[in-house]
């Protein structure tokens, strides 16, 4: 559908919403001018839609009282939005919302028309996103319920959970105010009591979970989203220097979303840098290319992978 067809279904939308809208007020919403506004009041009054306007301070457009729009117009676009968010939902929360998913595309596909149906069909071959999981998403699966009755209750939970730098698994109480998932990994965030601060928790680290009694109100000063901006801004990160040999090039070309700056040498070699947040994450790094690449900087990186290297070496030989 053109972009003005679009546009219209949302005006539609914005007056039924809000009646008595001024054309500057429409404009601004729907991107374009004011008197681009008065030309779309034009052509619904054309296709019949009941729109008027007072005159006035306090004037404006409406649609007539009672009108309403169809349900579910949509474009081809938005019907291919809607389907792909519905099997992301899928994919990412398996069988907690796996029925709830299915049972929404089946609804959209018996009420769209025939072009929306076609752009859908294309979209389920042509457009996938699959395995975001890093781990079996199944073993997490009961521990999600837990936790998202946990966030959805204002529940308080009482956990066993091992954290990166520590054998030991520890028992905490978690007072959990969102679950997230990124980089391929699930996070419950929450408020720790053990260290009195917000903490976000690995839930595949977590051994045991145990739904409290107690119930908690969530902060009404707590953005999940600038929590997890700060959390990133805040984090120590080291920088690392390391350069591809010229006949590996082209895989540092190849990964270059990896990269925080890529320089191309004249021997056909490629110097990046990339950042860690520790030195053992970089080692790791370093050491999945062989001898594809050697660490220019820090220092006390290249001793480690060294180490490393020789310890691999010994292991072989052995």
């Keep these: 559908m053109p972009k003005p067809a679009a546009r219209l279904i949302l005006l539609i939308m914005l007056l039924q919403r809000q009646p008595n809208q001024k054309a500057t007020e429409l404009a601004e919403q729907l991107g374009v001018s004011a008197r681009t506004v008065h030309r779309y009041m034009e052509m619904l009054d054309e296709m019949g839609i009941p729109v008027y306007s007072e005159r006035g301070p306090n004037g404006g457009f409406s649609l007539v009282r009672g009108y309403k729009m169809p349900p579910l117009v949509l474009t ?23 029925e709830a998913a299915r049972g929404a595309l089946a609804k959209l596909d018996n009420v769209l028309p025939e072009e ?92 045991e979970l145990t739904l409290l009694d107690q119930t908690f109100d969530l902060p009404t000063d707590f953005d999940i989203q600038t929590y997890l901006a700060a959390e990133m801004s805040t984090r120590p990160l080291l920088s690392i ?61 290249r001793v480690l992978v060294a180490a490393q290297a020789q310890g691999i070496v010994e292991l072989y030989q052995s």
């Excluded at 081809?76 to 796996?98: D, I, S």
């Excluded at 700056?261 to 950042?275: I, L, Y």
């Design 76 to 98: 081809p676009e938005e019907a291919t939005a809607v389907y792909l968010g519905t099997g992301l939902v899928e994919e990412m929360w398996g069988q907690l919302y796996r």
């Design 116 to 207: 929306q149906r076609h752009e859908i069909a294309w979209a389920r071959r042509a457009l996938l996103a699959t395995h975001m999981h890093r781990i079996d998403y199944e073993r997490l699966a009961p521990l999600l319920e837990k936790l998202r009755r946990a966030a959805r209750e204002h529940r308080r939970l009482r956990l066993l959970y091992r954290s990166r730098s520590q054998a030991e698994a520890l028992t905490r109480e978690v007072d959990l105010y969102a679950l997230v998932h990124r980089w391929g990994w699930w996070y419950a965030v929450g408020y720790c009591h053990l260290r009195q601060a917000v903490r976000s928790f690995r839930v595949d680290r977590m051994a």
């Design 241 to 301: 220097r390391m350069r591809f040999m010229p006949d590996a090039a082209l895989l540092a070309h190849d990964e270059s979303s990896s990269w925080e700056s890529m320089e191309e040498q004249p021997d056909g070699a490629v110097e990046v840098t990339f950042v860690s947040p520790n030195l053992e994450w970089a080692a790791r790094t370093v050491l999945a290319y062989g001898p594809q690449v050697v660490v220019l900087a820090p220092e006390v990186l």
